[in-house]
């Protein structure tokens, strides 16, 4: 794979001179997106000694140069007709993957066995692990790192992160919840068994505070095994007094609490927060 790595990042020095003419070049990009496509190969990962997120920047320009490299073609699906440079993901059934009617995943994304589909959008270099529902209009943007395990309700919006090239993209972790209409954006990461209620916006730009202690956490950070909703706090301008959002951490879970869904119903009864 490091031979792989190193022939990528020769194009990509080279970039502005690709086009679709380069049928070399298109062959070795290929090669690189397969990887991503079958699982082999991932855009960003959470490093288990350091705790921090390790991007693969190589994969990101194979990406990149793959829109250079391609041009449009018509795809039919039944009824329907796209325009676009890149085909949809295909073999579901042998991937051990349920893609329900409506449901599109690009190829360049991986879905683990076990992923449920229900009318959604995961678009390329993305990766979903085992077990996860994407519910009905929820959408998985590029390079996103979602975990095993997760439930990404209803009209969830995971955001993409391509460029630049370095920048982490939003990881979800493990065992994780997110909350209707929820807004995971811009390289914003949650940890493993974390609840997010529904209509959160979470990205890094969003201070993150301990309801407990009214510490400021990491901004776009959910910590594990946390509950977590919208919320605003006061801020005093000279135009006058405004309230700007935050995410509230309600309270810190114990492992596996997350799957108890009369205690964290309790949890969010108390302080009049849905999921």
């Keep these: 794979m490091a031979d792989l790595a190193d022939r990528i990042e020769a194009l990509w020095d080279r970039a502005p001179d690709l086009s679709p003419s380069d049928t070399d070049a298109l062959d070795v990009v290929t090669e690189a997106i397969d990887l991503l496509d079958s699982g082999e190969a991932r855009v960003a990962e959470v490093d288990p000694t350091t705790d921090q997120v390790v991007v693969h920047q190589w994969l990101k320009h194979a990406i990149l140069l793959l829109f250079r490299l391609r041009s449009m073609e018509t795809i039919e699906v039944g009824p329907f007709e796209y325009a676009d440079k890149l085909p949809l993901k295909h073999d579901f059934a042998d991937a051990g993957v349920r893609v329900v009617p409506g449901a599109s995943a690009r190829w360049g994304s991986y879905l683990a066995p076990g992923v449920i589909c ?4 995961v ?3 993305a990766r979903v692990g085992a077990g996860t529902m994407v519910d009905t209009w929820a959408t998985v943007g590029s390079c996103a790192q979602i975990g095993e395990q997760v439930h990404l309700s209803g009209g969830v919006g995971i955001g993409g992160v391509l460029e630049p090239a370095q920048a982490a993209p939003v990881i ?6 997110i909350g209707s209409r929820a807004m995971i954006t811009q390289g914003a990461r949650v940890g493993r068994g974390s609840v997010v209620g529904e209509g959160t916006i979470l990205n890094p730009t969003i201070p993150v505070i301990d309801a407990e202690t009214g510490d400021e956490l990491a901004r776009g950070h959910v910590p594990p095994w946390s509950v977590a909703v919208q919320a605003n706090r006061r801020r005093d301008f000279p135009g006058g007094e405004f309230y700007l959002p935050c995410v509230l951490v309600l309270k810190r879970l114990t492992e596996g609490q997350r799957h108890d869904k009369a205690q964290l119903n309790d949890i969010l009864r108390t302080h009049g927060v849905s999921m």
């Design 172 to 177: 979800i972790e493990d065992d994780v919840m």
């Design 123 to 125: 678009n390329i270099g």
């Design 118 to 121: 229900m009318p959604s959008y």
